[in-house]
C-alpha cells in the first residue's frame, strides 16, 4: 500500500505565506505526476497545481504567479509554496500523487488526509 501524508497548513493573514510539504511512502516503484487540489466548503474539488516526473508544471489560473509547486525525487516528496495568500484561497487541500506500487501492473491514484489552509486576519 501507498500513503500520503501532508503537513504545512495552518491560518495565515492575507498577504501571507505557507508551505505545504506531502510525503509518499510504503511499496513504491515509480511515481508519476504528484499534485495539489483544493476544497472550499460547498465547492467541488479543483486542481491547484501539478508536476510530472519530468518537471512539467501547470497551475490554475487563480493561483499563477502566487504558488510554486516542486518535488524531491529522492524523498518521494511534493511541496506547495504559496505566497501572497488571499482569503479564497482559504480550503482543505489534498496532496495527490499517480504512482506504480508493487502488485499492481498500472499506476493508481492516491490521496492525502487533507490539510486545511485558513486565510483570514
Known amino acids: 500500500q501507498v500513503q500520503l501524508v501532508e503537513s504545512g497548513g495552518g491560518l495565515v493573514q492575507p498577504g501571507g505565506s505557507l508551505r505545504l510539504s506531502c510525503a509518499a511512502s510504503g511499496s513504491i516503484l515509480s511515481i508519476n505526476a504528484m499534485g495539489w487540489y483544493r476544497q472550499a466548503p460547498g465547492r467541488e474539488r479543483e486542481l491547484v497545481a501539478r508536476?510530472?516526473?519530468?518537471?512539467?508544471?501547470n497551475y490554475a489560473d487563480s493561483v499563477k504567479g502566487r504558488f510554486t509547486i516542486s518535488r524531491d525525487n529522492a524523498k518521494s516528496t511534493v511541496y506547495l509554496q504559496m505566497n501572497s495568500l488571499k482569503p479564497e484561497d482559504t480550503a482543505v487541500y489534498y496532496c495527490?500523487?499517480?504512482?506504480?506500487?508493487?502488485?499492481?501492473?498500472?499506476?493508481?491514484?492516491?490521496w492525502g488526509q487533507g490539510t486545511q489552509v485558513t486565510v483570514s486576519s
Open positions: 508536476i510530472t516526473g519530468t518537471g512539467s508544471t
Open positions: 495527490n500523487a499517480v504512482v506504480l506500487s508493487a502488485g499492481y501492473l498500472y499506476p493508481r491514484d492516491y
